[in-house]
C-alpha cells in the first residue's frame, strides 16, 4: 500500500512550557510505513526472484533448444556426407549410362529414318486401303439397299409362315434365328416356349430349348437330312404340345 509521507512540526516553546513535555513521533504511521515498506522490500524480492527463475528457466530451454539444433545439424552434416558419397557414385555411374545412351541414340536415330521410310511405305498403302473401303463401303451401301429391298418383300412371306406355324420367328446374332410358340399349353396359354436354330452352316444346330426337349437330337438328325425347315418347326411344335399337356407321342 503506497504511504505519503507528511511533513512533521511541532512547537518547541509550548513543548516546553508543559510540565511534562513530550513530543508525539506518531509512532503507529512510522511502523505502518515501515511496514509497508519491507513488504514492498519483499514483493520486489519475490518478483525479482520469480523473474531470474523464469529467466534461468528459459535460458535452460534454450540452451537445450540450442543443443538438441547443433545435434541436428550434426547428424545432417553426417548424413549430407553420406549423400555427398552416394551422389557422387551416381554420377559416376550416370556418366557412364550417358555413353551408354549416345550410343544408344545415334542407334535410335538410324532405326527413326529407317522408321520413316516404312512409315511412307505404309502411309501409301493406308491411302489404298482407304480408296478400297471407300470402294467396299459403297458396294456394302448397294448390297444393304438390295438386303432391305429383299426384306421388304420376304416380310409378308414370313408373317404368313408364321401364322401358318402359329409361332413368332426373330432374327439374332451370328445367323440364329429365335422361334417362339404360343398357346402351347393348355392350361396356361401364355407360357411361352422356344429354341434357338442356328443356320450358319449347312448343318442345322438348335443352340437351345426352353424347356429342354428330350428328342430333340432325333429331329435336328432328320432336319439335317431332309433340309426341311418348315416341317422341322412343326415338329417341334407338336413335341412341345406333347410333353406340355401329357399327350401320346406324336410320330416325328
Known amino acids: 500500500m503506497a504511504f505519503a509521507p507528511r511533513g512533521f512540526h511541532f512547537d518547541l516553546k509550548t513543548v516546553l512550557s508543559d510540565p511534562n513535555p513530550h513530543i508525539d513521533l506518531d509512532i503507529p504511521v512510522y511502523e505502518e510505513t515501515l511496514q509497508n515498506f519491507l513488504k514492498a522490500v519483499n514483493n520486489y524480492k519475490n518478483r525479482s526472484i520469480t523473474a531470474i527463475t523464469d529467466k534461468r528457466t528459459k535460458d535452460a530451454a ?7 539444433r547443433a545435434q541436428k545439424i550434426e547428424a545432417e552434416i553426417s548424413k549430407c556426407k553420406v549423400q555427398e558419397i552416394e551422389l557422387m557414385a551416381t554420377l559416376e555411374r550416370e556418366q557412364a549410362e550417358r555413353k551408354d545412351a549416345e550410343v544408344a541414340v545415334t542407334a535410335f536415330k538410324r532405326q527413326i529414318t529407317s522408321l520413316h521410310e516404312r512409315s511412307a511405305t505404309m502411309q501409301t498403302q493406308i491411302d489404298e486401303y ?6 467396299l463401303k459403297t458396294d456394302k451401301d448397294k448390297e444393304r439397299s438390295t438386303l432391305n429391298t429383299h426384306a421388304s418383300r420376304v416380310a409378308p412371306e414370313l408373317h ?3 401364322t401358318l406355324l402359329a409361332c413368332s420367328i426373330e432374327g439374332m446374332e451370328k445367323e440364329q434365328l429365335l422361334i ?3 398357346g402351347v399349353d393348355i392350361s396356361d396359354p401364355d407360357r411361352e416356349f422356344s429354341f434357338i436354330l442356328d443356320v450358319s452352316c449347312h448343318d442345322y444346330k438348335v443352340v437351345k430349348t426352353s424347356p429342354p426337349l428330350p428328342s430333340l437330337p432325333l429331329l435336328v438328325d432328320k432336319l439335317n437330312v431332309t433340309q426341311d425347315i418348315f416341317t422341322f418347326i412343326v415338329q417341334i411344335r407338336q413335341e412341345f404340345h406333347r410333353m406340355a399337356n401329357g399327350d401320346e407321342a406324336v410320330g416325328v
Open 130 to 135: 482407304r480408296a478400297l473401303i471407300v470402294s
Open 160 to 162: 404368313s409362315y408364321e
Open 180 to 182: 417362339s410358340f404360343g
Open 62 to 68: 534454450e540452451k537445450k533448444k540450442l543443443h538438441d
